[in-house]
């Protein structure tokens, strides 16, 4: 029996993505096959303990620069705490928590990193385990395949 070979899309070098549970909408992106896992930019991130004794951890995603940005911080109950090894080398220890991303108007649950991106251009890294996971071919020549492609069929149905 002949297995059925599931066809590849093609994303760019960066993209627009939305992540619809924290109604953020056409966050820049730039894929890099170089990273594992996924990152997003935050700042206060801190952990609280609530009524119950649980632990929950605090952050503002993005930041005032962004037009989404609304400056309400956001609270997580699950995450986890993980080694990261940036782009320089350095092993960082991070907070990951589960995300709802949407590129090419699908949702994938994969996890991101969370960490200080404002030194850096785009505040979102998309990584090898959502390439994988969502069977992406990246073609660096290209830009923002997600959203045009989202474009055109949107035209084409009205």
Same mark, same amino acid.
């Given at each position: 029996?002949? %297995? %059925?070979? *599931?066809?590849? &899309? *093609?994303?760019?070098?960066?993209?627009?993505?939305?992540?619809? =549970?924290?109604?953020?909408?056409?966050?820049?992106?730039?894929?890099?096959?170089?990273?594992?896992?996924?990152?997003?930019?935050?700042?206060? *991130?801190? !952990?609280?303990?609530?009524?119950?004794?649980?632990?929950? +951890?605090?952050?503002? !995603?993005? #930041?005032?620069?962004?037009?989404?940005?609304?400056?309400?911080?956001?609270?997580?109950?699950?995450?986890? +705490? &993980? #080694?990261?090894?940036?782009? @320089?080398?350095?092993? =960082?220890?991070?907070?990951?928590?589960?995300?709802?991303?949407? *590129?090419?108007?699908?949702?994938?649950?994969?996890?991101?990193?969370?960490?200080?991106?404002?030194?850096? %251009?785009?505040?979102?890294?998309?990584?090898?385990?959502?390439?994988?996971?969502?069977?992406?071919?990246?073609?660096?020549?290209?830009? @923002?395949?997600?959203?045009?492609?989202?474009?055109?069929?949107?035209?084409?149905?009205?």
């Amino acid at each position: 029996m002949k %297995k %059925k070979r *599931i066809a590849k &899309r *093609i994303v760019g070098r960066r993209e627009l993505v939305d992540f619809p =549970q924290f109604q953020l909408w056409g966050v820049e992106a730039k894929v890099d096959t170089g990273a594992y896992t996924s990152a997003i930019h935050c700042s206060n *991130i801190h !952990l609280a303990t609530d009524a119950d004794g649980r632990q929950r +951890l605090h952050v503002q !995603l993005l #930041d005032p620069s962004h037009p989404d940005f609304d400056g309400r911080p956001m609270e997580f109950e699950e995450f986890g +705490l &993980r #080694d990261i090894k940036s782009s @320089n080398g350095d092993v =960082q220890e991070r907070y990951v928590i589960r995300a709802i991303l949407r *590129i090419f108007g699908e949702d994938f649950n994969t996890e991101f990193s969370l960490s200080d991106r404002s030194d850096m %251009k785009y505040p979102v890294l998309l990584g090898r385990r959502l390439l994988r996971h969502g069977r992406f071919v990246v073609d660096v020549s290209r830009r @923002n395949v997600s959203s045009k492609a989202h474009l055109a069929a949107t035209s084409l149905r009205s």
